[in-house]
């Protein structure tokens, strides 16, 4: 099987959208939504975009942006000489 890149753009709207991440429409264009999934705090709207891949982009950088990936280094110590 080929992983194409479609395949990657839909697999990563699917995780987006499990997150809370909408992508809206209007006659101005396209933009995100997100909401925590269990509905506690804030809704975030993103800038409006003329493609809704764009819009999907922002908000696929808004979570990244958003995300805190614990670093342990009892599991990943830095190499030595460092």
Do not use: Q
Request: hydrophobic share 35%; proline share 5%; aromatic share 14%.
């Amino acid at each position: 099987m080929i992983y194409t890149a479609a395949d990657f753009t839909d697999d990563t709207i699917a995780a987006l959208t499990s997150k809370g991440y909408t992508v809206c429409e209007c006659d101005d264009g396209f933009w995100f939504t997100w909401a925590r999934p269990d509905g506690r705090g804030d809704v975030e709207v993103g800038e409006t975009y003329s493609s809704v891949h764009s819009a999907w982009f922002d908000a696929l950088s808004h979570w990244l942006s958003n995300t805190k990936i614990e670093f342990d280094p009892s599991t990943n110590p830095a190499p030595k000489g460092t």
